[in-house]
């Protein structure tokens, strides 16, 4: 008798074996660690058919399956594969919908939103499921907060010593704490050389001779 109904196990051997199942994009930051970690996120998704062998996401399912309908949240990773069998719909996490307060917020002082707290990797995230679930407000909101986040984040990295940590640093993302480190780098490579580090460096292609022509 036919049963509108999946099997994960064969998928996870399937995806651990050969891993050209996965989107395009995907496999070119396969070894990207913060790329891979963006994807462990959590995001709300819906069953749209019967699975078995999927207990884990249902504790008190005896039955060790998940039925149409339900809602579970699970790694953006697994949520991707299943979103293109149509096996489940996603829906956008809280702090990317559009009626969240987060919206608000960052449209009123996206300098100081904790955007950490809401997702270490918001802007790598954001464009994952953007991308995959064709959501066209969630660039927008990248954009403004990354545009006025970005001057904060290189004038902090520009003018604080590099023994104090700004307050304001427990609000970064992963990607931002990153352009502070890149900023303070720079900052600490130029004071070296105005104070009396090397001005002009020899190209090495100076230094050899060139072979007589025969």
């Known amino acids: 008798m036919y049963t509108n109904s999946f099997h994960l196990a064969p998928f996870s051997s399937e995806f651990s074996k050969n891993n050209t199942i996965c989107q395009k994009g995907r496999m070119a930051n396969y070894y990207d660690i913060d790329d891979i970690l963006a994807e462990e996120e959590l995001v709300p998704a819906v069953f749209l058919q019967t699975a078995n062998e999927v207990g884990i996401f249902d504790c008190a399912d005896e039955t060790n399956k998940v039925e149409a ?78 545009r006025t986040r970005y001057r904060e984040v290189l004038i902090k990295a520009h003018t604080a010593a590099s023994i104090v940590v700004p307050k304001n640093l427990t609000l970064l993302t992963k990607e931002e704490t990153k352009l502070y480190e890149a900023g303070q780098s720079s900052t600490a490579a130029f004071k070296k050389w105005r104070m009396g580090g090397p001005r002009l460096q020899k190209a090495s292609v100076l230094g050899r001779k060139r072979k007589p022509v025969e």
């Open 69 to 146: 309908g339900t809602q579970v949240e699970m790694p953006f990773w697994l949520a991707q594969e299943l979103y293109v069998r149509q096996a489940v719909s996603i829906k956008v996490p809280p702090y990317f919908d559009t009626k969240a307060k987060t919206r608000n917020e960052i449209g009123a002082d996206a300098a100081h939103v904790d955007l950490r707290s809401l997702c270490p990797y918001f802007y790598n995230f954001g464009c994952k499921i953007a991308r995959l679930i064709g959501e066209k407000t969630i660039g927008p909101l990248l954009l403004v907060a990354f």
